[in-house]
């Protein structure tokens, strides 16, 4: 092990020892002006001084051996190290000519199982029964919440509750999702080559799951057109998970809309709506609060007559003890 952490620090200068602090959530690099950690939640300016010839030699340092490549073409990377870090570097000509900034998120297991967020005071124990007989019964959940919220997290627990006799398959842009489920398939998408081709994209890898006969399919996060192959997918009789940005439960089932209309001119508000009543049953709300990340909202996907949800509040933080809240588009 200390070989491996002295490795680390020689090869990528000062941040090695930041990838080996357990503590260290985030480590953000703003050229040559500033370096940040997230330590526990909370962001704090790092005393460093370097130049912008070290920052371009740690960036490169990072890609190397990912099959991810940092130029004038593509001057915006998204990539994984070999510890399951996530790494986003931006440079220019996106950027100014001597700013390449870099962002890692770090793979810190918080918790593997829907207990350990019980322990960990994320959710109430109601909330963790109902949300594992959920996944028992192969109802489709999406995970919604700010950047760090505990998003994959979830996902992660929730996957420890799937029967082992169920068929899981996971798409992502790079791999995050953790699970050691006996039946799972993971892919992640691949960035065009130097010729413009061979691209893969979330929708690629949608389309793809569903050739592989799954019980449950995991987005790791939909921000685009992928949201409609993800609902058609579902449509066709497989049980899904998946994690969205969004800034509560009901705009995660209106930003599903909005991505689906991205697929093409084709795609109406309509179509997207009532799929999205027919395939989707629970929508969980993350939110990083001071004391830690919480789950703040646990709906349920109701269709109605007209063609679209309405949705029934089953938890909310803010109210415990209340009662459920309707709400109807």
């Given at each position: 092990?200390?070989?491996a952490l002295d490795?680390?620090?020689?090869?990528?200068?000062?941040?090695?020892?930041?990838?080996?602090?357990?503590?260290?959530?985030?480590?953000?690099?703003?050229?040559?002006?500033?370096?940040?950690?997230?330590?526990?939640?909370?962001?704090?300016?790092?005393?460093?001084?370097?130049?912008?010839?070290?920052?371009?030699?740690?960036?490169?340092?990072?890609?190397?051996?990912?099959?991810?490549?940092?130029?004038?073409?593509?001057?915006?990377?998204?990539?994984?190290?070999?510890?399951?870090?996530?790494?986003?570097?931006?440079?220019?000509?996106?950027?100014?000519?001597?700013?390449?900034?870099?962002?890692?998120?770090?793979?810190?297991?918080?918790?593997?199982?829907?207990?350990?967020?019980?322990?960990?005071?994320?959710?109430?124990?109601?909330v963790r029964r109902?949300?594992?007989?959920?996944?028992?019964?192969?109802?489709?959940?999406?995970?919604?919440?700010?950047?760090?919220?505990?998003?994959?997290?979830?996902?992660?627990?929730?996957?420890?509750?799937?029967?082992?006799?169920?068929?899981?398959?996971?798409?992502?842009?790079?791999?995050?999702?953790?699970?050691?489920?006996?039946?799972?398939?993971?892919?992640?998408?691949?960035?065009?080559?130097?010729?413009?081709?061979?691209?893969?994209?979330?929708?690629?890898?949608?389309?793809?799951?569903?050739?592989?006969?799954?019980?449950?399919?995991?987005?790791?996060?939909?921000?685009?057109?992928?949201?409609?192959?993800?609902?058609?997918?579902?449509?066709?009789?497989?049980?899904?998970?998946?994690?969205?940005?969004?800034?509560?439960?009901?705009?995660?089932?209106?930003?599903?809309?909005?991505?689906?209309?991205?697929?093409?001119?084709?795609?109406?508000?309509?179509?997207?709506?009532?799929?999205?009543?027919?395939?989707?049953?629970?929508?969980?709300?993350?939110?990083?609060?001071?004391?830690?990340?919480?789950?703040?909202?646990?709906?349920?996907?109701?269709?109605?007559?007209?063609?679209?949800?309405?949705?029934?509040?089953?938890?909310?933080?803010k109210r415990r003890?209340?009662?459920?809240?309707?709400?109807?588009?």
């Open positions: 092990m200390t070989v490795h680390a620090k020689t090869r990528y200068g000062f941040v090695g020892p930041l990838l080996a602090d357990p503590l260290v959530e985030e480590i953000i690099i703003l050229g040559s002006l500033r370096t940040f950690v997230v330590r526990d939640g909370r962001k704090e300016l790092l005393p460093v001084v370097t130049t912008t010839a070290n920052v371009r030699r740690i960036a490169d340092q990072l890609l190397a051996g990912t099959g991810r490549r940092l130029d004038l073409a593509n001057p915006i990377v998204s990539a994984q190290l070999e510890d399951g870090s996530r790494v986003h570097i931006t440079g220019p000509p996106v950027t100014h000519p001597d700013r390449l900034n870099i962002q890692i998120r770090k793979f810190v297991v918080r918790a593997n199982r829907m207990s350990t967020l019980v322990d960990n005071g994320a959710m109430p124990d109601h109902f949300l594992v007989a959920a996944i028992a019964n192969d109802e489709t959940i999406l995970v919604a919440g700010a950047p760090g919220a505990g998003k994959t997290t979830l996902i992660n627990c929730l996957l420890s509750e799937v029967p082992p006799h169920r068929r899981v398959v996971t798409c992502e842009e790079v791999f995050e999702i953790r699970s050691d489920l006996p039946d799972i398939t993971q892919m992640q998408t691949r960035e065009a080559g130097l010729d413009g081709g061979a691209e893969i994209t979330l929708r690629d890898l949608v389309r793809e799951a569903l050739r592989q006969r799954p019980d449950r399919i995991v987005v790791g996060e939909v921000r685009g057109p992928e949201a409609l192959d993800l609902l058609m997918a579902l449509n066709a009789g497989c049980a899904g998970l998946a994690t969205l940005h969004a800034n509560s439960a009901v705009d995660a089932l209106e930003k599903m809309v909005s991505y689906s209309i991205l697929a093409g001119s084709n795609v109406t508000v309509a179509f997207a709506e009532r799929t999205i009543a027919a395939v989707v049953r629970y929508v969980v709300f993350l939110r990083r609060t001071p004391s830690g990340r919480v789950v703040e909202e646990l709906v349920e996907v109701r269709p109605t007559d007209r063609g679209t949800w309405s949705t029934r509040s089953i938890y909310t933080a003890g209340g009662l459920p809240a309707d709400t109807k588009r």
